[in-house]
């Protein structure tokens, strides 16, 4: 329960897990004709395809009484899916990631506990692309770019360390449950409909907002937004509130990630 020892471990393995994560980054990639190419690709097919049917088919506005264009529409919804991917990249590998490496646990001097973190790396890889395809389309087609950008690293704070935390848990239970991945996969296909990514938390009836505050990654997105698009300051407070619960939720899922590991062997 020491938050010292955890970010000094993570520090003195931070070599392993820049490792980890490249190879885990470029092994999606591996054999393929175009290679690390698809990383962009992928996020702007998804772009055209979220954009044309949510703006497109369903005629859907941002707001009620926004004149918002189905470019502006698509940008709003893309960045939304980025900063929720990082979550739910992350979430739906952690169950199986101590399974799929049973050679490293019988290791006693690896560090299982940087797998979920260097899976967390990557997924942050994957956002870094589609934000660079993100912020220059905002530019061209709005010719502006968010005085507040720059904030944008610490709306991430509270996501990466709430992501984590989570996924040291999952990790470890998925050990010793091995069905806990199958409505893991749900759990996150539900928090994507409902987190805010296609829809701002105004849009929903006041008894129902208050409500939606609860999910951490909400707010997130709504900040996210904000920080990244429209040039607004983000929420001081539910920022502060934010970083210190997620900060909390970290040190627990890697307390209790230490705890159980000593047990992986026994159960692999």
């Given at each position: ?224 937004r904000r920080t990244l698009m429209w040039g607004e300051l983000p929420d001081w407070t539910w920022l502060v509130i934010a970083t210190v619960l997620s900060c909390v939720v970290m040190q627990l899922g890697y307390t209790w990630f230490m705890r159980t590991k000593r047990a992986f062997a026994d159960v692999i």
């Amino acid at each position: 329960m020491n938050p010292s020892r955890l970010l000094r471990n993570l520090y003195n393995h931070r070599n392993l897990i820049r490792q980890f994560a490249w190879r885990d980054f470029i092994g999606r990639y591996k054999g393929s004709y175009l290679g690390v190419v698809w990383s962009f690709v992928t996020p702007l097919m998804m772009l055209a395809v979220y954009g044309f049917v949510f703006s497109v088919v369903f005629k859907a506005k941002w707001t009620q009484n926004s004149d918002t264009s189905q470019i502006d529409f698509a940008l709003i919804l893309f960045c939304g899916m980025t900063v929720f991917n990082i979550f739910g990249e992350t979430i739906n590998r952690a169950p199986g990631l101590i399974l799929g490496h049973p050679n490293y646990v019988k290791k006693v001097v690896f560090p299982l506990e940087i797998l979920p973190v260097a899976a967390l790396v990557t997924s942050l890889l994957n956002a870094g692309i589609s934000l660079a395809i993100l912020v220059p389309a905002n530019m061209a087609f709005n010719f502006t770019i968010s005085k507040t950008i720059f904030l944008f690293p610490l709306i991430l704070v509270p996501l990466i360390a709430f992501t984590i935390g989570l996924a040291w848990f999952l990790a470890s239970i998925g050990v010793f449950i091995r069905d806990i991945g199958q409505p893991v996969g749900v759990m996150v296909t539900i928090l994507f409909f409902m987190s805010g990514v296609f829809f701002p938390l105004s849009a929903l009836p006041e008894n129902y907002r208050f409500l939606m505050k609860f999910n951490p990654l909400t707010m997130v997105l709504e900040e996210s937004r904000r920080t990244l698009m429209w040039g607004e300051l983000p929420d001081w407070t539910w920022l502060v509130i934010a970083t210190v619960l997620s900060c909390v939720v970290m040190q627990l899922g890697y307390t209790w990630f230490m705890r159980t590991k000593r047990a992986f062997a026994d159960v692999i």
